[in-house]
């Protein structure tokens, strides 16, 4: 089957190469069989590489570990769940997913894109060929996963522990979805300059892709911090990491995207950013693989460690400057449509917004960068931690927050002063009403003060939004209230699906300022022995030590301690924290132990339990106890994010003349306007 | 078949054997755990196999929990190449040896009278500057701090003054078809922010 997957891999990049040539002479040319022939050829990618990806699975469920990869990732003791996940589990395999999933989405979008925008098939077909033979030509020459072994191992290495974990299963294949669907707009947008076709048509067509990448970006990050919280056991979810300031880049320019294309669609503008943006977003999802995948933040000098890095340098450069000088080439066909009249207005405080959106996401690239730029220019490694991107981005995020409330409160084109003072008089009197009752009530962490503030300000606006529009349908088509609710949203998707996203927003800023409470302390007990620790909500949690029991479990041998937990002398229940020796088929250890926490979740605040290890190898254990206020919140924002996401994505959602409205000038071509 | 299966299992009496010698041996291996001792304390019980537990800890101290310690550590990073600080990483990965010695030592210089800055500067001059989560602010480090809001605000002020000129182009070209529209019914000022209102009110 290894052979059958090498061959696939190899028949894959030869017709992605054809499929890439096809395509742009297809579409240069005016050559309907080219054109015609390069879409069969995503096809036909797509197909070798499933087949590649059949033929890699096949080797790690029938345990072949002669091959390098199946060895290295897998065991016989490995539950089968996270078998089937250890295909992206590494490099190798992540490459191939990436790959075939890319051919998956092109041929998707070449089959369900409507058939007013074939002409920018051929390109399309051209620009997803070319990106995923790059992905197989890495495979095939620096990373292949059908790699054999000289030897075959009685049994593989296993699993990491920590990726032995739902949230794993389901956050590396939602983040990828995220970073592969960007490769739809951007072959789009790449179609639309290479055709000239730059009205508001490839927007048209892409508007289902963008919001798709950005909801799988957006559960991929909050399934992430849910996995960094309850397995990696340092109590928190978001460390500024690398790899997760790589995801957040290309969310942060896609969130900026959809803001400024509404711009575009209702009044012509903005189309020279809009078209950045999105080649700006793919670059960054590729910038992201290539930073997770060099080593190159840890040290400049641990780029050389990866041949993968060189690969992923050269293609980013290679396509960064072809997309650009493309851009460049046809920027007298970008001209705005119409101009700003007023500075309050809708359109102005969208450009602001996508000012922060960019400028957060460079702040964040910045500071990842950082330590490189300060080995190249000072010759001393530095190291840029949470303490760094807090300080730089905390007030920026703030300040995106506040716009969050405004921009939905100023009317497009202008606004005027009584229109103001009517839209903002509510929601500024609930911001600023949460600030004093909470600075009253005695809370003195600035930062939080004003994530709370600001929240309610934004919240305020959105049940606003939600109640004019249902007075408005009430009044004027007689609806009960209830029924004009889900009329409003059922009908204008879009916007009322925008607002809910806003609440999950809110709802997530609250979340993280509830962190800046969090209290933790370390104690040792015997069994029978108790330790309390005081919430910020005044109450005090007693944890008695129960006992340690040893087991073994399926792939791994268990500790596990047992504490009872009381709240101000109120029995709650038990909680269990373990660690877990993993062993493979043969009982030999395979990593070190790990820890398992104990978690009890409630609306106000977690209790997390973290077992430390044990004293003179008796059940006098070590514990950490943290108290992390508000954190249910984070997945419950993440929730109603990807809820409000899925309402706007929604299929219809209103009456064909608003569609036409939105689409305007659609149909009108560059050559026409002009 | 049925015969081969009978001849190659274990009679009744093998059987037996091998569960007593099992059990024996659990006895064995069970022999020196000690009972649990609770509520009161006293020597707590041995595991059975105390390596499956991790590395052996030694008992949290009152200084372990001390906030100038922990506020001091939060500073450096571990050198075990985690990536977190030394109190993060001395209480999240307990397999680590590096933050733990990193702590003694911050204990120690603690104890030998040294001030939260001093301590600091004693690991920078023994590990670097990269020993710290972030880089101090001098020099060109200042550009790492400042650069993304001073970035923003420049785009921002420059953004600022393209939509003042597209306003003012806007309210130049509006003002020509509105002389030559002078001629016709005008609307007045109430009028029109009715007119607004209304819009506002269609477009939701």
């Given at each position: 089957m290894t052979v059958l997957g090498t061959l696939a891999l190899w028949l894959a990049f030869l017709v992605g190469v054809w499929g890439a040539l096809a395509g742009f002479l297809g579409g240069l040319?005016?050559?309907?069989?080219l054109a015609a022939s390069a879409r069969h050829a995503v096809f036909a990618m797509c197909g070798a590489l499933l087949v590649a990806v059949a033929a890699l699975e096949w080797a790690l469920f029938h345990?072949d570990f002669n091959v390098e990869y199946v060895a290295a990732y897998t065991?016989?003791?490995?539950?089968?769940?996270y078998t089937w996940s250890a295909l992206y589990a590494g490099q190798k395999g992540s490459l191939l997913f990436w790959a075939a999933v890319l051919t998956i989405f092109g041929s998707l979008a070449l089959v369900l894109t409507?058939?007013?925008h074939?002409?920018f098939f051929p390109y399309v077909a051209a620009v997803v060929s070319l990106v995923a033979s790059f992905f197989v030509s890495v495979m095939l020459f620096a990373a292949n996963p059908f790699a054999r072994l000289?030897?075959?191992?009685?049994?593989g290495s296993?699993l990491n522990?920590?990726l032995?974990?739902?949230g794993m299963v389901f956050h590396p294949p939602m983040l990828y979805l995220g970073y592969i669907s960007i490769t739809i707009p951007y072959a789009f947008a790449m179609a639309a300059l290479l055709s000239?076709?730059?009205?508001?048509?490839w927007?048209?067509a892409i508007?289902k892709w963008t919001l798709l990448s950005w909801l799988f970006l957006s559960i991929g990050i909050?399934l992430g911090?849910?996995w960094?919280?309850?397995?990696?056991?340092?109590?928190?979810?978001?460390?500024?990491d690398p790899v997760e300031n790589a995801s957040l880049l290309p969310w942060l320019t896609m969130?900026?995207f959809?803001?400024?294309?509404?711009?575009?669609?209702?009044?012509?503008?903005?189309?020279?950013?809009?078209l950045a943006l999105i080649i700006g977003s793919w670059l960054l999802s590729i910038f992201g693989t290539f930073i997770t995948r060099s080593g190159v933040i840890s040290?400049v000098?641990s780029f050389t460690q990866s041949n993968v890095g060189y690969f992923f340098l050269f293609f980013l450069v290679a396509a960064a400057t072809a997309s650009f000088a493309l851009y460049?080439?046809?920027?007298?066909?970008?001209?705005?449509?119409?101009?700003?009249?007023?500075?309050?207005?809708?359109?102005?405080?969208?450009?602001?917004?996508?000012?922060?959106?960019?400028?957060?996401a460079?702040?964040v690239l910045?500071?990842t960068l950082?330590?490189i730029?300060?080995?190249?220019?000072?010759?001393?490694?530095?190291?840029?931690?949470?303490?760094?991107?807090?300080?730089?981005?905390?007030?920026?995020?703030?300040?995106?927050?506040?716009?969050?409330?405004?921009?939905?409160?100023?009317?497009?084109?202008?606004?005027?002063?009584?229109?103001?003072?009517?839209?903002?008089?509510?929601?500024?009197?609930?911001?600023?009403?949460?600030?004093?009752?909470?600075?009253?009530?005695?809370?003195?962490?600035?930062?939080?003060?004003?994530?709370?503030?600001?929240?309610?300000?934004?919240?305020?606006?959105?049940?606003?939004?939600?109640?004019?529009?249902?007075?408005?349908?009430?009044?004027?088509?007689?609806?009960?209230?209830?029924?004009?609710?889900?009329?409003?949203?059922?009908?204008?998707?879009?916007?009322?699906?925008?607002?809910?996203?806003?609440?999950?927003?809110?709802?997530?800023?609250?979340?993280?300022?509830?962190?800046?409470?969090?209290?933790?302390?370390?104690?040792?007990?015997?069994?029978?022995?108790?330790?309390?620790?005081?919430?910020?909500?005044?109450?005090?949690?007693?944890?008695?030590?129960?006992?340690?029991?040893?087991?073994?479990?399926?792939?791994?041998?268990?500790?596990?301690?047992?504490?009872?937990?009381?709240?101000?002398?109120?029995?709650?229940?038990?909680?269990?924290?373990?660690?877990?020796?993993?062993?493979?088929?043969?009982?030999?250890?395979?990593?070190?132990?790990?820890?398992?926490?104990?978690?009890?979740?409630?609306?106000?605040?977690?209790?997390?339990?973290?077992?430390?290890?044990?004293?003179?190898?008796?059940?006098?254990?070590?514990?950490?106890?943290?108290?992390?206020?508000?954190?249910?919140?984070?997945?419950?924002?993440?929730?109603?994010?990807?809820?409000?996401?899925?309402?706007?994505?929604?299929?219809?959602?209103?009456?064909?003349?608003?569609?036409?409205?939105?689409?305007?000038?659609?149909?009108?071509?560059?050559?026409?306007?002009? | 078949?049925?015969?081969?299966?009978?001849?190659?299992?274990?009679?009744?009496?093998?059987?037996?054997?091998?569960?007593?010698?099992?059990?024996?041996?659990?006895?064995?291996?069970?022999?020196?755990?000690?009972?649990?001792?609770?509520?009161?304390?006293?020597?707590?019980?041995?595991?059975?196999?105390?390596?499956?537990?991790?590395?052996?800890?030694?008992?949290?101290?009152?200084?372990?929990?001390?906030?100038?310690?922990?506020?001091?550590?939060?500073?450096?990073?571990?050198?075990?190449?985690?990536?977190?600080?030394?109190?993060?990483?001395?209480?999240?990965?307990?397999?680590?040896?590096?933050?733990?010695?990193?702590?003694?030592?911050?204990?120690?210089?603690?104890?030998?009278?040294?001030?939260?800055?001093?301590?600091?500067?004693?690991?920078?001059?023994?590990?670097?500057?990269?020993?710290?989560?972030?880089?101090?602010?001098?020099?060109?480090?200042?550009?790492?701090?400042?650069?993304?809001?001073?970035?923003?605000?420049?785009?921002?002020?420059?953004?600022?003054?393209?939509?003042?000129?597209?306003?003012?182009?806007?309210?130049?070209?509006?003002?020509?078809?509105?002389?030559?529209?002078?001629?016709?019914?005008?609307?007045?000022?109430?009028?029109?922010?009715?007119?607004?209102?209304?819009?506002?009110?269609?477009?939701?």
């Amino acid at each position: 089957m290894t052979v059958l997957g090498t061959l696939a891999l190899w028949l894959a990049f030869l017709v992605g190469v054809w499929g890439a040539l096809a395509g742009f002479l297809g579409g240069l040319k005016n050559r309907p069989d080219l054109a015609a022939s390069a879409r069969h050829a995503v096809f036909a990618m797509c197909g070798a590489l499933l087949v590649a990806v059949a033929a890699l699975e096949w080797a790690l469920f029938h345990h072949d570990f002669n091959v390098e990869y199946v060895a290295a990732y897998t065991s016989r003791n490995l539950p089968v769940f996270y078998t089937w996940s250890a295909l992206y589990a590494g490099q190798k395999g992540s490459l191939l997913f990436w790959a075939a999933v890319l051919t998956i989405f092109g041929s998707l979008a070449l089959v369900l894109t409507p058939r007013r925008h074939r002409v920018f098939f051929p390109y399309v077909a051209a620009v997803v060929s070319l990106v995923a033979s790059f992905f197989v030509s890495v495979m095939l020459f620096a990373a292949n996963p059908f790699a054999r072994l000289p030897y075959t191992p009685l049994d593989g290495s296993g699993l990491n522990p920590q990726l032995q974990n739902p949230g794993m299963v389901f956050h590396p294949p939602m983040l990828y979805l995220g970073y592969i669907s960007i490769t739809i707009p951007y072959a789009f947008a790449m179609a639309a300059l290479l055709s000239k076709r730059l009205d508001a048509d490839w927007l048209v067509a892409i508007r289902k892709w963008t919001l798709l990448s950005w909801l799988f970006l957006s559960i991929g990050i909050c399934l992430g911090m849910w996995w960094a919280y309850v397995e990696l056991g340092w109590g928190g979810y978001w460390a500024w990491d690398p790899v997760e300031n790589a995801s957040l880049l290309p969310w942060l320019t896609m969130t900026a995207f959809l803001h400024s294309v509404m711009i575009q669609e209702k009044r012509g503008m903005l189309k020279k950013w809009n078209l950045a943006l999105i080649i700006g977003s793919w670059l960054l999802s590729i910038f992201g693989t290539f930073i997770t995948r060099s080593g190159v933040i840890s040290s400049v000098h641990s780029f050389t460690q990866s041949n993968v890095g060189y690969f992923f340098l050269f293609f980013l450069v290679a396509a960064a400057t072809a997309s650009f000088a493309l851009y460049a080439a046809r920027l007298p066909l970008l001209g705005a449509e119409a101009t700003l009249e007023s500075m309050v207005s809708r359109e102005a405080s969208f450009l602001f917004n996508n000012l922060l959106l960019v400028g957060i996401a460079f702040s964040v690239l910045w500071g990842t960068l950082f330590p490189i730029l300060s080995e190249l220019v000072q010759g001393t490694k530095v190291t840029v931690g949470p303490p760094f991107f807090n300080q730089v981005n905390i007030p920026l995020g703030l300040a995106l927050l506040a716009l969050t409330g405004v921009g939905p409160l100023i009317a497009w084109r202008r606004a005027s002063l009584p229109n103001l003072r009517r839209q903002f008089a509510v929601p500024a009197a609930a911001g600023g009403f949460t600030f004093l009752v909470l600075a009253v009530a005695g809370m003195r962490d600035f930062y939080a003060l004003m994530a709370i503030g600001l929240g309610a300000f934004v919240l305020a606006t959105v049940v606003q939004e939600f109640a004019r529009g249902t007075r408005a349908r009430h009044r004027q088509y007689g609806e009960p209230y209830a029924l004009a609710l889900g009329r409003l949203l059922a009908r204008n998707r879009r916007r009322y699906g925008g607002y809910i996203v806003h609440t999950g927003i809110v709802i997530l800023f609250i979340a993280f300022a509830g962190m800046a409470f969090k209290t933790e302390t370390e104690v040792t007990l015997r069994p029978g022995e108790s330790a309390s620790i005081r919430s910020p909500y005044g109450w005090t949690y007693t944890l008695t030590h129960l006992g340690i029991s040893q087991y073994d479990a399926l792939n791994r041998q268990v500790t596990a301690a047992t504490l009872e937990v009381r709240r101000n002398g109120r029995r709650l229940g038990i909680l269990t924290t373990e660690k877990r020796q993993h062993v493979d088929a043969l009982g030999r250890p395979t990593f070190q132990p790990s820890t398992e926490v104990g978690i009890r979740s409630d609306l106000r605040e977690d209790l997390y339990v973290v077992l430390g290890g044990v004293v003179n190898g008796t059940e006098q254990a070590v514990f950490r106890f943290t108290i992390n206020p508000l954190v249910w919140w984070v997945w419950y924002g993440g929730m109603v994010l990807a809820l409000g996401g899925l309402i706007v994505m929604w299929p219809g959602g209103g009456p064909p003349a608003v569609k036409r409205t939105q689409a305007g000038y659609a149909v009108r071509l560059v050559g026409d306007a002009r | 078949m049925r015969g081969r299966r009978s001849d190659a299992g274990p009679t009744r009496r093998e059987a037996l054997v091998v569960a007593a010698a099992w059990l024996v041996g659990l006895g064995a291996r069970r022999a020196p755990q000690q009972p649990d001792t609770l509520a009161g304390g006293g020597p707590a019980g041995r595991l059975w196999d105390p390596a499956r537990a991790g590395q052996p800890l030694a008992p949290v101290t009152a200084r372990d929990n001390d906030a100038a310690i922990q506020a001091i550590e939060k500073q450096i990073r571990c050198t075990c190449g985690c990536n977190l600080d030394v109190y993060t990483c001395r209480t999240t990965d307990f397999t680590c040896t590096t933050s733990p010695a990193m702590h003694r030592r911050v204990l120690a210089l603690a104890a030998a009278g040294k001030s939260g800055p001093e301590i600091v500067e004693a690991f920078v001059r023994e590990n670097g500057v990269a020993v710290l989560m972030a880089p101090p602010k001098r020099g060109f480090n200042l550009a790492g701090y400042f650069v993304p809001s001073l970035a923003i605000l420049v785009a921002g002020a420059v953004l600022a003054l393209v939509l003042r000129r597209w306003t003012r182009a806007s309210a130049a070209a509006a003002a020509a078809p509105a002389a030559d529209a002078a001629a016709g019914p005008a609307a007045t000022p109430e009028e029109l922010e009715r007119l607004r209102r209304e819009l506002d009110r269609l477009s939701v």
